[in-house]
């Protein structure tokens, strides 16, 4: 039995959904396209010289589905589980698969499912540096794993040969600005999602 589950959320027509650092990436000369009812950065200038040392790239598009209680939710290859605290996960998926993915999690157990995709901010580390400049961004003992990230509560996983970064949205400014800061002396910088995408070849940042 279910203890309860709020649907996901259904934007309207003609509902545009941005990032809480689309203004940076716009600053920085991205290319803003549609992903569904997101609006993402999917290049930006200087990228693939940043890549060959470490990118930061927003993905906050990708759906995150939080499973409180029962079993360990499953991993599959377009879908990422990070545990938040005993009991309690977060399932990264497709936007578009994230009402099947919730249905799926629901049936069965006893378990809380939330669509949590407007309360976190994601940020990929993709490139040769990136676990430096993860370490340089707080002291994170092991990836699967938690703690401060840029002085705020965040959670980290490795995936597809790239680190996901997950921080509370309100944090995600703070951040991002942090990430691209002490990507300067590794001499990286900002990458759109296309470009790390054919990089680490993860589905979760293929186009829908």
């Given at each position: 039995?279910?203890?309860?589950?709020?649907?996901?959320?259904?934007?309207?027509?003609?509902?545009?959904?941005?990032?809480?650092?689309?203004?940076?990436?716009?600053?920085?000369?991205?290319?803003?396209?549609?992903?569904?009812?997101?609006?993402?950065?999917?290049?930006?200038?200087?990228?693939?010289?940043?890549l060959e040392h470490v990118?930061?790239?927003?993905?906050?598009?990708?759906?995150?589905?939080?499973?409180?209680?029962?079993?360990?939710?499953?991993?599959?290859?377009?879908?990422?589980?990070?545990?938040?605290?005993?009991?309690?996960?977060?399932?990264?998926?497709?936007?578009?698969?994230?009402?099947?993915?919730?249905?799926?999690?629901?049936?069965?157990?006893?378990?809380?499912?939330?669509?949590?995709?407007?309360?976190?901010?994601a940020l990929v580390l993709?490139?040769?540096?990136?676990?430096?400049?993860?370490?340089?961004?707080?002291?994170?003992?092991?990836?699967?794993?938690?703690?401060?990230?840029?002085?705020?509560?965040?959670?980290?996983?490795?995936?597809?040969?790239?680190?996901?970064?997950?921080?509370?949205?309100?944090?995600?400014?703070?951040?991002?600005?942090?990430?691209?800061?002490?990507?300067?002396?590794?001499?990286?910088?900002?990458?759109?999602?296309?470009?790390?995408?054919?990089?680490?070849?993860?589905?979760?940042?293929?186009?829908?």
């Amino acid at each position: 039995m279910t203890l309860a589950a709020l649907a996901p959320f259904e934007p309207g027509q003609g509902t545009v959904l941005r990032s809480a650092v689309e203004h940076r990436l716009r600053e920085a000369g991205a290319t803003i396209e549609a992903r569904g009812p997101w609006r993402v950065a999917t290049a930006v200038p200087g990228e693939e010289a940043h890549l060959e040392h470490v990118g930061v790239a927003d993905a906050s598009h990708v759906a995150k589905v939080e499973v409180r209680g029962g079993a360990a939710p499953a991993r599959a290859e377009r879908r990422e589980v990070l545990e938040v605290a005993p009991g309690r996960w977060i399932v990264l998926c497709a936007w578009e698969d994230r009402a099947d993915v919730a249905a799926e999690l629901r049936s069965g157990e006893r378990r809380l499912v939330l669509d949590m995709t407007s309360a976190w901010a994601a940020l990929v580390l993709a490139g040769p540096q990136a676990e430096r400049l993860l370490r340089r961004l707080g002291p994170i003992a092991a990836v699967p794993g938690g703690g401060p990230v840029a002085g705020v509560p965040g959670r980290v996983t490795r995936r597809a040969g790239a680190l996901w970064v997950l921080v509370a949205v309100e944090y995600a400014q703070h951040v991002w600005d942090v990430c691209a800061d002490l990507c300067v002396p590794l001499r990286g910088g900002p990458a759109g999602l296309d470009a790390v995408g054919r990089l680490t070849g993860d589905p979760l940042l293929a186009p829908s």
